[in-house]
């Protein structure tokens, strides 16, 4: 059933405990709500000097956790955020059927210890004088000059650069109520959540840009609507466009981080459009982590990938980049949301190269 790699870490299980004095610590799923992976890691001149882990699961959660730390072990703090679930899939030597959300949640317990130390390293001391870091809600670094690429990205396609169908005097039209428009964007970018769920819904976009969706969106006539983006110029001009439109509000990851941070609970269906293909997956795991605290029992996450290829490492991305040669994205994404506790959780193939992962928060009790 397992291979000779699992049944060996298994009985032999290497980093495994706490590690003193560590720099960074990432949990993937939940405690006390299934399995779940805690990974703890120091660094030393930017690469992985020591790490600990922590599980909660079976024989193959207990082996991947031992694996992916010997692999990431001595490795730089960009070589060890690379490392993907099939490479360790490929260093267990495979997992049965049922049993690969381990290697996820390993990678992803992983990535974000590792991301922490490398934060913390390179957060300014208190006595430092410099500035402090920039933060955004999904606990990611931002710094002002990715704010103000995304917003030159935004006017450079305002201008008249960009895609011809994103811009032009239809962004500005009225509501679609229904018709043809409304249907073609539920049905490619909304698969899997019954319309009728969506009429008088709480709904929150990650990644709404200046709000070119929103006419479509409000068609549903949700009771609400969140729109969040990075850029600081899209947020002014989706608040200047629905200036006195009731429940609708648009909010900037870092200036509205606290609010953000407050939110719980809230939403019906928490969603992003054209938003995760061009996002890290360091940065994904992150924004999944909040759609995820966002919706209510019961609501809907939904979130835009590509099929084939292989996903970006932190040093191929830059703000804007879409990843049409990169992709493979569904398998990990289904397995994320998995280990964070989604039920129902499906990929729907929508579009040539694009598809969505949607899962169902449980409802509590």
Known sequence: ???????????????????????????????????????????????????????????????????????????SVEDALSITRA??????????????????LAVDALTKAVQAAADAAASPGPDSGAEPGLRDCFGMGVTEDEILR?????????????????????????????????????????????????SGARLMEIGCGIGRLVRLQLGSAPSRYAGLDVSRFAIALARGRFHGWEGREFYHVVDDRERLLAIRDEFDVVFGVSVFIHTPPERAEKMLDYMVGAAAPGGWISVDCFVGGRPPTPAEWRPGQRWDVFGDQ????????????????????????????????????
Not at 163 to 188: C, K, T
């Open 1 to 75: 059933m397992y291979s000779d790699q699992v049944k060996d870490h298994f009985a032999n299980p290497r980093n495994c405990g706490e590690l003193a004095d560590a720099d960074g610590e990432g949990c993937a799923g939940q405690p006390g709500r299934g399995n779940y992976m805690i990974i703890q890691t120091r660094l030393d001149d930017g690469r992985v000097a020591a790490l600990g882990y922590k599980t909660y699961g079976c024989p193959p959660a207990i082996a991947a956790g031992s694996c992916i730390t010997e692999m990431a072990l001595g490795r």
């Open 330 to 365: 569904v398998d990990a994404m289904c397995a994320a949301m998995q280990a964070r506790g989604l039920v129902g959780v499906e990929f729907h193939h929508t579009l040539e190269k694009r598809g969505y992962v949607l899962g169902q928060k449980p409802e509590r009790g």
């Open 87 to 104: 490479e360790l899939l490929t260093a267990l030597g495979g997992l049965p059927l049922g049993r690969e959300h381990c290697a996820a």
């Open 150 to 198: 995304w917003d030159e990205l935004w006017i450079s396609q305002l201008a008249g650069e960009g895609r011809p169908s994103d811009w032009g005097p239809h962004i500005f039209a009225p509501p679609q109520r229904e018709g043809p428009v409304l249907e073609r964007f539920r049905r490619d970018n909304l698969p899997g959540i019954p319309p009728e769920r969506l």
